[in-house]
Nanobody
Framework: QVQLVESGGGLVPAGGSLRLSCVAS????????MAWYRQVPGKPRERVATILSDNVTNYAGSLKGRCTISRDNDKNTVYLRMDSLKPEDTAIYFC????????????WGQGTEVFVSS
């Protein structure tokens, strides 16, 4: 099982930017597809972005066009850069390893909270 640790969340004013980071344990990171999800309390967790081992990316939801997923295999880290943040982007953001074949998450991090003030 891969251990994932997110960081970079916090309080940001509307219109601001944040970069979230997720460090993965183990030595299979470079071969792993990764994903970012987010969840608002009381609502289902939704996928925000995925990045495959060959750096092919995919975006979904309302953050599409305002975020960029990237990875640094030397650091076992996946990033999510978010720009032009809105109050409705307030959520807990989770990193996950991702089964690209089935389109489903595998391992989860504990999440990092993002709060966008109006």
């Amino acid at each position: 099982q891969v251990q994932l640790v997110e960081s970079g969340g916090g309080l940001v004013p509307a219109g601001g930017s944040l970069r979230l980071s997720c460090v993965a344990s183990g030595n299979i990171f470079s071969r792993s597809a990764m994903a970012w999800y987010r969840q608002v309390p009381g609502k289902p967790r939704e996928r925000v972005a995925t990045i495959l081992s060959d750096n092919v990316t995919n975006y979904a939801g309302s953050l599409k066009g305002r975020c960029t997923i990237s990875r640094d295999n030397d650091k076992n880290t996946v990033y999510l850069r978010m720009d032009s943040l809105k109050p409705e982007d307030t959520a807990i953001y989770f990193c996950a390893t991702f089964d690209a074949h089935w389109g489903t998450p595998i391992d989860w991090g504990q999440g990092t909270e993002v709060f966008v003030s109006s």
